[in-house]
């Protein structure tokens, strides 16, 4: 087995060509240590290797189901207790409790509830408020005759007022719920716990409200959700469920806006066909989840037995990771052109990308993220034909996130 172990920097994992194209070569699995941490990891970087692991039985994310792996390190623990080690116990469950932790039919039974409360129709019903949205925000931002900030001023508050909407925050009480997502999921982190508290205890406030009187909200389809032989979810995962939405439903949406602007300024060949021909924003989607894909690193995955995966001898307990940025970006799976951002690039079957994942942990919230990268880079880019960014390329600010790479914390833009 192969215990060289490289370590890598932010640099490496943000970069698709780079460490990952020599690891692509190897015959066995890379081991790594992501940066920030310290146990390593083996790493997955083909395309089809990726697929593989997301859909192998025989690696799970909830280490606890595997006895043999209870004394070593995990590099899972060290990011969590990096990401969220200063929040109160009684409030942490609710982040150590969400879905991506759990494997099979526990995993199911958490799941199946909110993969019928994504809906198509409440999904496509959503479209109307994005676009309200988004053209308000923008609007208000172009008045001011400067560059905005399209993160700070406008992917966060969008993706803030979308989950508000979606989850059901009565008008009354948006600003201060939107004052606690801000502070718990894009402030300065400052007041981080503080953000948690306030959305947990206003979450357990709702859930009580809907199950008086429910609405159309999906916590009302959460709440209301019973199938015959199916376990319901008691106040504590409903709980959990809505604490994973403002999770992963405003930061990596926000960021991903913002990087896929970014890409389309980096390339004005392809930002001028997109506004000479908009037919192709169907196509310019997919592509840019593919070219961008903003969660590089997917969740830690543990060997439950001995055994080869991808060429590699696995021990029990063995930690793996998928990078999921690499995979997008695999001449074996898109060719010589796998490297280039490329709008109008066909996709066979399904989605073409693995930036939403691949399997039972498949992004619930896939469709919905389709839905605002069109509104998104409609309004911004094609019904204003000036928008430019508003910085040179080497002044844009970027800061670093543990086990990743860099991410804007600015983006200038002259609207």
């Given at each position: 087995m192969n215990t060289t172990t490289v370590h890598l920097s932010p640099e490496q994992v943000e970069n698709p060509v780079g460490a990952y194209a020599g690891f692509r070569r190897q015959a066995e699995l890379?081991?790594?240590?992501?940066?920030?941490?310290?146990?390593?990891?083996?790493?997955?970087?083909?395309?089809a290797d990726v697929k593989a692991a997301l859909t192998e039985p025989r690696l799970v994310r909830d280490r606890t189901t595997i006895a043999a792996a209870q004394a070593e390190s995990d590099p899972q623990d060290e990011l969590m207790a990096t990401v969220f080690g200063a929040f109160p116990a009684e409030y942490a469950k609710y982040l150590s409790g969400h879905l991506a932790l759990f494997d099979g039919a526990e995993h199911a039974r958490r799941r199946a509830p909110l993969t019928r409360a994504f809906s198509t129709r409440r999904i496509a019903a959503l479209r109307g408020f994005v676009e309200r949205t988004a053209a308000d925000l923008l609007a208000e931002l172009a008045a001011k005759d400067e560059p905005a900030d399209l993160l700070g001023e406008f992917a966060y508050p969008l993706t803030t007022h979308l989950i508000c909407e979606l989850v059901g925050v009565e008008e009354a009480d948006r600003p201060r719920v939107r004052a606690w997502i801000r502070d718990f999921a894009f402030g300065d982190g400052s007041r981080m716990a503080e953000g948690l508290i306030g959305i947990v205890d206003h979450v357990k406030e709702l859930v009580a409200r809907r199950r008086a009187e429910p609405t159309e909200d999906l916590v009302s389809a959460l709440v209301h959700d019973t199938r015959e032989g199916e376990e319901p979810l008691d106040g504590d995962d409903l709980v959990s469920v809505v604490v994973l939405l403002v999770n992963t439903g405003i930061t990596p949406p926000a960021l991903f806006l913002a990087h896929g602007l970014l890409a389309l300024f980096d390339h004005p060949d392809q930002l001028a066909r997109l506004r000479a021909e908009p037919q192709l924003l169907e196509r310019a989607v997919p592509e840019l989840l593919r070219y961008v894909t903003m969660v590089r690193i997917g969740a830690t995955l543990y060997a439950t037995e001995d055994f080869e995966f991808a060429g590699t001898a696995l021990r029990t307990g063995d930690p793996v990771t998928v990078a999921l940025l690499a995979a997008d970006h695999d001449p074996q799976e898109y060719g010589e052109s796998a490297g280039r951002l490329d709008i109008a690039r066909e996709f066979g079957r399904g989605d073409g990308h693995l930036a939403f994942g691949h399997g039972a942990h498949y992004c619930l919230g896939a469709a919905l993220g389709r839905l605002v990268t069109s509104v998104v880079l409609d309004q911004v880019?094609?019904?204003?034909?000036?928008?430019?960014?508003?910085?040179?390329?080497?002044?844009?600010?970027?800061?670093?996130?543990?086990?990743?790479?860099?991410?804007?914390?600015?983006l200038p833009v002259r609207l």
């Amino acid at each position: 087995m192969n215990t060289t172990t490289v370590h890598l920097s932010p640099e490496q994992v943000e970069n698709p060509v780079g460490a990952y194209a020599g690891f692509r070569r190897q015959a066995e699995l890379p081991q790594v240590v992501l940066p920030g941490l310290e146990t390593p990891v083996r790493l997955v970087t083909r395309y089809a290797d990726v697929k593989a692991a997301l859909t192998e039985p025989r690696l799970v994310r909830d280490r606890t189901t595997i006895a043999a792996a209870q004394a070593e390190s995990d590099p899972q623990d060290e990011l969590m207790a990096t990401v969220f080690g200063a929040f109160p116990a009684e409030y942490a469950k609710y982040l150590s409790g969400h879905l991506a932790l759990f494997d099979g039919a526990e995993h199911a039974r958490r799941r199946a509830p909110l993969t019928r409360a994504f809906s198509t129709r409440r999904i496509a019903a959503l479209r109307g408020f994005v676009e309200r949205t988004a053209a308000d925000l923008l609007a208000e931002l172009a008045a001011k005759d400067e560059p905005a900030d399209l993160l700070g001023e406008f992917a966060y508050p969008l993706t803030t007022h979308l989950i508000c909407e979606l989850v059901g925050v009565e008008e009354a009480d948006r600003p201060r719920v939107r004052a606690w997502i801000r502070d718990f999921a894009f402030g300065d982190g400052s007041r981080m716990a503080e953000g948690l508290i306030g959305i947990v205890d206003h979450v357990k406030e709702l859930v009580a409200r809907r199950r008086a009187e429910p609405t159309e909200d999906l916590v009302s389809a959460l709440v209301h959700d019973t199938r015959e032989g199916e376990e319901p979810l008691d106040g504590d995962d409903l709980v959990s469920v809505v604490v994973l939405l403002v999770n992963t439903g405003i930061t990596p949406p926000a960021l991903f806006l913002a990087h896929g602007l970014l890409a389309l300024f980096d390339h004005p060949d392809q930002l001028a066909r997109l506004r000479a021909e908009p037919q192709l924003l169907e196509r310019a989607v997919p592509e840019l989840l593919r070219y961008v894909t903003m969660v590089r690193i997917g969740a830690t995955l543990y060997a439950t037995e001995d055994f080869e995966f991808a060429g590699t001898a696995l021990r029990t307990g063995d930690p793996v990771t998928v990078a999921l940025l690499a995979a997008d970006h695999d001449p074996q799976e898109y060719g010589e052109s796998a490297g280039r951002l490329d709008i109008a690039r066909e996709f066979g079957r399904g989605d073409g990308h693995l930036a939403f994942g691949h399997g039972a942990h498949y992004c619930l919230g896939a469709a919905l993220g389709r839905l605002v990268t069109s509104v998104v880079l409609d309004q911004v880019l094609i019904r204003r034909p000036g928008a430019a960014l508003g910085a040179g390329r080497d002044e844009l600010e970027f800061g670093h996130w543990p086990a990743d790479g860099f991410h804007l914390l600015r983006l200038p833009v002259r609207l």
